[in-house]
C-alpha cells in the first residue's frame, strides 16, 4: 500500500518557486532520506505534505485518503474536518523541539490524544508511559522541558508524535539543534522505529544515518526531487551531475580489519594519502593516525580472537570542514577510560574533540570520534 503519493507539487513564496513539480510515491514500510543542499526545498516539502504550508497546484493522497488535488484553479483540499482527520495519520519531528514548556513531559504526550483525538485519559497515560519507556525516559515523566538536554527533548518530541498513533513519521532534521555528543541517541530511537517497520520520510544532513538506515534515497537540489535511489546508488553510484558534485563533497575512506596479521603499515599509508588528497592538516593526519593506533591496534584488536571483525571508517566534510572517524567492532563493548591503558587513553582524548558510543544496525559496537 502506498502511504503517500504527491504528484506534481507545486509551492512558491511570494515570487519565489521552492518546489517545482515534485511527484513522489512512499510505500508502506519504507523510509526515505531526503538529501541534498540547503534552499533545496526538503523541509518545505515536508510542511506541505501534512499543510503546514498550502500548495498552489498538484494532489497529495496520505494513507489511500485525498488531502488536496489539483484543479483548474489550483490545488482543492478536503473540508477542514477530513483535513484534520488524515493529517492527524502523519506524526512530524522538528528541528526544534517544541514541547510546551508549562507541561511535563506526561502531559506534553497525552495533551493531543485526549484533546484533539478525544481518547480515554487512563488509557493515554498508559500508553504514554509506555513510549516514554521505549524512548529511555521514563524516569522524566513528570519533569518540565527546561530540564532536559536537548537529545533528551527531542526524544520526548518522538514519544509525543507517537502518542497520536500515526500511520507516518515526518523528521525534519530532527539533529540539527542538537549538540554533537546527544546526536547518537535521537538518532538510535529513529532506527529502532525502522527496524520495527515505521514508515517514514527524514529529512537529514546526517550522511552515514541515512546510508544505515534508508530504503530509498531523495536528492533534493534546486526544488525537485533530482534524483531517486537506494543508498548503495545514490552515495557509490550516483547518475546525475548536481548527485555526484553533492555526495562528493563528503569523502569516505573505509578499512575491514579480519585477520590479526593485517598490513599495519598499508593502513597507515591510506590514512596519510587520504589526508594528502583531500589537504587535511598535518595535525589532523598525526591525530587520525592515533585513534587507529591506540584505539584500534592497541585496545579493540587485542579483545578480538582468532577471527577479528573491526571497521574503520573516515569521513570528511569540506562542507563543514570536520573529520570524523567511526569504529565498528564485534564482541564487547568498551569503557575506555577503564579498559584502555591510560597513556593510550590520554592520547586519544588529545587527538579528539569528541567520543561517543552506538550500535550499529547489525547490532556491533561503534565508536564515533571528531577529530581535532
Given amino acids: 500500500m502506498k502511504k503517500i503519493e504527491a504528484r506534481n507539487i507545486y509551492k512558491k513564496f511570494q515570487n519565489l518557486e521552492v518546489l517545482k513539480g515534485i511527484d513522489l510515491e512512499v510505500n508502506e514500510g519504507e523510509v526515505i532520506a531526503v538529501i541534498g543542499p540547503s534552499g533545496g526545498g526538503k523541509s518545505t516539502l515536508l510542511r506541505c505534505l501534512n499543510k503546514l504550508e498550502t500548495i498552489e497546484k498538484g494532489t497529495i493522497i496520505i494513507d489511500g485518503e485525498t488531502l488536496a ?11 477542514p474536518e477530513d483535513t484534520r482527520r488524515i493529517v ?28 484533539v483525538q478525544k481518547r480515554n485519559k487512563e488509557e493515554v497515560i498508559k500508553e504514554a508511559e509506555a513510549l516514554l519507556e521505549k524512548v529511555g525516559l521514563s524516569e522524566k515523566r513528570d519533569v518540565y522541558p527546561r530540564k532536559l538536554s536537548g537529545g533528551q527533548q527531542q526524544r520526548v518530541a518522538i514519544a509525543r ?14 539533529t540539527s539543534a542538537l549538540d554533537p555528543t546527544k546526536v547518537g ?46 543508498p548503495e546508488q545514490i552515495f557509490e553510484h550516483p547518475q546525475r ?44 593526519v598525526h591525530n587520525m593516525q592515533v585513534v587507529f593506533e591506540e584505539l584500534c591496534v592497541q585496545t579493540l584488536l587485542p579483545y578480538q580472537g582468532e577471527a577479528p571483525h573491526l571497521q574503520f571508517k573516515i569521513e570528511y566534510s569540506d562542507k563543514t570542514n570536520s573529520t570524523q572517524i567511526r569504529i565498528a567492532y564485534s564482541g564487547k563493548a568498551f569503557e575506555l577510560e577503564e579498559d584502555m591503558d591510560m597513556i593510550s587513553f590520554a592520547l586519544l582524548k588529545n587527538a579528539t574533540t569528541s567520543i561517543n558510543t552506538a550500535l550499529t544496525e547489525n547490532g556491533e559496537n561503534e565508536f564515533i570520534l571528531d577529530i581535532k
Fill in 69 to 79: 488535488k489539483e484543479t483548474a484553479n489550483g490545488a482543492e483540499y478536503a473540508s
Fill in 88 to 115: 492527524c495519520k502523519m506524526g512530524m519531528v522538528f528541528q526544534q523541539f517544541n514541547l510546551f514548556p508549562h507541561m511535563t513531559v506526561l502531559e506534553n504526550l497525552i495533551e493531543a490524544p485526549v484533546q
Fill in 161 to 174: 508524535a507517537l502518542a497520536m498513533k500515526p500511520a507516518i513519521m515526518l523528521f525534519d532534521e530532527p
Fill in 185 to 230: 541517541e535521537v538518532l538510535e530511537v529513529i532506527r529502532e522505529l525502522a527496524q520495527k517497520g515505521m514508515t517514514m520520510l527524514i529529512v537529514t544532513h546526517e550522511m552515514n544515518f541515512a546510508k544505515d538506515v534508508s530504503n530509498r534515497i531523495f536528492y533534493m537540489d534546486q526544488g525537485e526531487i533530482y534524483e531517486d535511489g537506494t
Fill in 241 to 284: 551531475e548536481l548527485t555526484r558534485h553533492f555526495i562528493m563533497r563528503t569523502k569516505l575512506m573505509e578499512e575491514i580489519i579480519t585477520s590479526k596479521d593485517f598490513d599495519f603499515i598499508a593502513i597507515r599509508n591510506n590514512i596519510d594519502q587520504f589526508g594528502k588528497k583531500y589537504l587535511l592538516s598535518p595535525k589532523s
